[in-house]
């Protein structure tokens, strides 16, 4: 059981819009701690996509857009393409635990 | 350009020790934490823990304190994760990755080491 809650999968056809949520509490998400998002394929490391809530790294499209509020946190990818089929992953910090916490991870299916 | 490239992959049995690599360059190495992230069969990323290069200081996270060892050899740019017994439920994806310079986020990653265990 993840620290952070994100739906197991999404999908959507090319060129639409879908976004992936992730739950937190008041140890983590809640206490305004920054959410981070990885994009991830199999066998292939895995890429930053949103650090510090709504940052996106040189180079990532800003087809992908990261949001935040209260206890959760949204990934927005809009102009579905078949390349984003992928896992993504949310993260943050948590404090009673006093570590890093990822979500359980949501697969993207373009359909 | 930063790159982390780790040690390759290794095939062990339960009971035997092992420590795998994590190389840093193109950037300084004793002033950014390295993180271990790793990924069971069929499950999602697990932080495991870190290192800052520079002085050594660990953190873990509580699932995996005391199952195994982070540390690093600034000398030579290089994180380590070492099991002294390893276990079959050990087998996974291993990935080293390089924290951002504001909270603890992972700019840069590794290429992963596959560690299989067999029991």
Known sequence: ??????????????????T???????????ADYDVHWYQHLPGIAPKLLIYGDTNRPSGVPDRFSGSKSGTSASLAITGLQAEDEADYYCQSYDSSLSGVVFGGGTKLTVL | EVQLVQSG?????????????????????????IGWVRQMPGKGLEWMGMIYPGDSDTMYSPSVQGQVTISADKSISTAYLHWSSLKASDTGMYYCAKKGVTSPYFDYWGQGTLVTVSS
């Open chain 1, 1 to 18: 059981q993840s620290v952070l809650t994100q739906p197991p999968s999404v999908s959507g056809a090319p060129g639409q819009r879908v």
């Open chain 1, 20 to 30: 992936i949520s992730c739950t937190g509490s008041n140890s983590n998400i809640g």
């Open chain 2, 9 to 33: 992959a290794e095939v062990k049995k339960a009971g035997q020790s092992l420590k795998i690599s994590c190389k840093g360059s193109a950037y300084n190495f004793t002033s950014h934490w």
